[in-house]
């Protein structure tokens, strides 16, 4: 058995010791003589798996305890309309930030059911850059504040929470849920598909504050309703079981590995390595501005883009795969969630310095 480097953005690389686990639990999960694929999600062993998954996830982030956590499905995009359906009320407005590809989806799925007010544009421009809050035009009726933390395509990524005074802050942190520690207590509703950083495809954690749950429009279809999900324990229907049950194992190895502050170190590293050998080359160039630098998904493009083929070949023959940049800004695109290890960045790095030398 080989593995490569992957840096997908998504599907993307999960911890080899979780792949490993679930292997070995594949066919018989601790001695029910069945594969969890297979079990009732309402049979003893999957509630078991499905509450130390809660557990586990709630201690990691420190999730206050008026927060409910939902494992639905659906991804990021199906939040992109449960948001407004759920927090809308009686407000004639949402607030949206727009830094980028998925801001954008977010912002026409809102625009189906409401005004949306753009409160600022970023994320374009050279060097891509977040407009600073205090030129924020916002809206103090608006229902909610929706930003998104990561933007996984330009990798251009909010330092800070931004401040919402007393309008519900709703973020989508697909692509950087669970890559540092997060105040909970400072959102409304948090949205993340796990296939980013923490899982399979299928599974979408959501955590909302309890306040939250009794705004729901009497059109929101009900496996979307935030209180019938938070009620059902999110089981209204068969849930992504599988999907939960990795992410539970991915959380379990967060835990081992020292939790979100550890992780937050190991990035921090990996991204700081990353961004000073693109910086100090004349072949690679990152186009964001370095106050807004991804953690996460770091983009480069090469001098000349007639090497673009070359370079991606080439990093295929070392072990290093899907650096192609998103189809939408071309360029190359390494992802380097929690389960990329330090060695992967280093080969990627050694890689791009002998490419430099041959190529530059
Ligand atoms: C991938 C991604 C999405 C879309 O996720 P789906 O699971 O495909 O719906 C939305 N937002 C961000 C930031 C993403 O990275």
């Given amino acids: 058995m080989s593995r490569v480097y992957n840096f997908s953005a998504g599907p993307a690389t999960l911890p080899e010791p979780v792949l490993q686990q679930a292997a070995e639990e594949m066919l018989d999960w601790r001695g029910t003589g069945m594969s969890v694929m297979e079990m009732s999600h309402r049979g003893k062993a999957f509630v078991s798996i499905a509450e130390q998954a809660e557990v586990d996830l709630r201690e990691l982030l420190e999730v206050p305890d008026h927060y409910r ?23 004639g407005s949402v607030d949206y930030v727009n830094t980028g590809s998925w801001s954008k989806k977010a912002i026409a799925e809102a625009r189906k059911y409401t005004s949306v007010n753009v409160v600022a544009e970023g994320g374009g421009g050279d060097p891509m850059s977040i ?33 919402s005074g007393d309008v519900p802050l709703v973020s989508d942190m697909s692509s950087t849920f669970l890559s540092r520690p997060l105040d909970v207590s400072r959102f409304g509703v948090i949205y993340a598909g796990a296939q980013k950083n923490f899982g399979p495809a299928g599974l979408t954690v959501v955590i909302v504050r309890d306040d939250l749950l009794d705004r729901a429009s009497d059109k929101v279809p009900a496996i979307w ?39 937050a170190e190991r990035n921090k590293r990996k991204a700081d390595m990353l961004y000073a050998a693109i910086d100090g080359s004349s072949l690679y160039r990152n186009p964001v501005d370095p106050a807004a630098r991804s953690w996460m998904n770091v983009p480069f493009v090469l001098a000349d883009d ?16 899907t650096l192609k940049g998103h189809r939408s800004v071309g360029g190359m695109r390494a992802s380097i969630y929690n389960a990329m290890p330090e060695s992967g960045v280093n080969a990627l790095i050694d890689f791009m310095a002998d490419f430099e030398r041959r190529h530059g």
């Fill in 306 to 321: 007639q090497l673009d083929g070359a370079f991606l070949s080439e990093a295929v023959d070392a072990g290093l795969h």
């Fill in 131 to 163: 407009p600073p809050q205090s030129e924020w035009q916002r809206d103090p009726d608006a229902a909610y504040l929706h930003y998104c933390a990561n933007e996984t395509i330009t990798g251009v990524e909010f330092p800070e929470i931004p401040e």
């Fill in 69 to 91: 956590v939902l494992f639905l499905q659906g991804g990021a995009t199906a939040q992109f309309s449960a948001v407004p359906l759920n927090l809308l009320g009686s407000a």
């Fill in 225 to 263: 309703d935030y209180r019938r999900q938070a009620e059902a324990d999110s089981m209204l229907n068969t849930p992504a079981t599988y999907s939960w049950y990795i992410a539970g194992l991915v959380f379990q190895w967060l835990k081992r590995e020292g939790g979100l502050k550890a992780m």
